[in-house]
C-alpha cells in the first residue's frame, strides 16, 4: 500500500497547497448563490411543507459543490500532468492501475468533502439546518463524490488539452448538475420534464442527499442510492478498463 499511500499524499497536498482557489473561492461561490436566489425566491417559493425554500436550497448547494469539486480535482490534474510531462513519474513506479484509480478518486472525495462542509458552515447564518438522518447524507456525499471523481479520470484520460476538458465540463457536468434539482423541486416541472430529469443520475444523488436533512424527498430514497451505486459501478468499470489498457496514458 506504499505506493497507494504515496499518491494519495501527494494528491491530497496538490489541491491543499493552493487551497484558497480550490477550496475558498468554490465556498464563496456557492454563498453567492445562496445569498442571490435565497433573496430572491425565499418568499415566492414553497417546495416540502413547513421547509423554506432557504433550507431546502442548501443541501442542494453543498451537494452542487461536492461535485463539481470532486471532477474538478482528478480531471485538472491527470491533464495538467499529461500536457507539462510529469505523468510518467506516476507511470513509470510499480502502481498498479487499482490503486492509481483509488489514490485519485479518494482525494477527490476529500476535496469535495472539504469543499462541501465548507459551504455548509458558511450557510449557517442563513439557516439553522438538522439532519433528519445522517447515514443517508453521508452515503450520498461519498458516492456522489466518488463517483464525479471517476468521471474526472475519464476526462482527464480522453483530453488532449485543456479545451477538451473544458467542452466536457461545460456541456456534460455542468448541464447534470445544473439541471437536478439544486433550485427547485422537479415536482414544479412539467410532466414531461419531470420524466426528463429522472433520466439525469445527478438528480438522485441532490435528492437522496436532501432526504438526509429533511426526511422527504421527491423521490425514494432507496431507488437514489440503487440509481447512484448502479452510475457509480458502471462509471468505475468503464475507468477501470481505460487504466488498465493504458488508454492515452502509456499508448
Known amino acids: 500500500m506504499l505506493a497507494f499511500r504515496t499518491l494519495l499524499y501527494k494528491e491530497t497536498l496538490r489541491f491543499w497547497k493552493v487551497a484558497f482557489q480550490t477550496v475558498a473561492a468554490p465556498v464563496l461561490t456557492a454563498v453567492l448563490y445562496l445569498m442571490i436566489f435565497s433573496h430572491v425566491l425565499s418568499d415566492r417559493v414553497q417546495i416540502y411543507e413547513s421547509v423554506r425554500y432557504t433550507d431546502f436550497l442548501i443541501p442542494g448547494l453543498v451537494m452542487m459543490s461536492v461535485l463539481q469539486n470532486a471532477f474538478a480535482n482528478s480531471s485538472s490534474s491527470l491533464i495538467q500532468s499529461k500536457i507539462t510531462g510529469n505523468i510518467v513519474f506516476v507511470l513509470l513506479p510499480p502502481i498498479s492501475y487499482r490503486e492509481f484509480y483509488a489514490a485519485y478518486v479518494l482525494a477527490s472525495v476529500m476535496r469535495g468533502v472539504l469543499v462541501g462542509c ?60 445544473m439541471l437536478s434539482g439544486v433550485f427547485y423541486s422537479i415536482h414544479s416541472l412539467p410532466e414531461f420534464w419531470q420524466g426528463v430529469s429522472h433520466l439525469n443520475p445527478f438528480f438522485f444523488m441532490i435528492d437522496g442527499f436532501r432526504f438526509g436533512f429533511f426526511g422527504v424527498s421527491d423521490v425514494s430514497p432507496w431507488l437514489s442510492l440503487a440509481v447512484v451505486a448502479c452510475a457509480l459501478a458502471g462509471f468505475a468499470g468503464v475507468c477501470l478498463e481505460m487504466l488498465r489498457r493504458g ?5
Open 118 to 177: 465548507g459551504v455548509w458552515l458558511a450557510s449557517l447564518p442563513f439557516a439553522q439546518l438538522g439532519v433528519a438522518h445522517p447515514l443517508w447524507v453521508l452515503t450520498f456525499v461519498l458516492l456522489g463524490g466518488a463517483m464525479l471523481g471517476t468521471l474526472g479520470i475519464i476526462a482527464g484520460i480522453w483530453a488532449d488539452k485543456f479545451d477538451q476538458l473544458a467542452a466536457f465540463q461545460n456541456f456534460l457536468i455542468m448541464p447534470l448538475t
Open 247 to 251: 488508454y492515452k496514458l502509456r499508448h
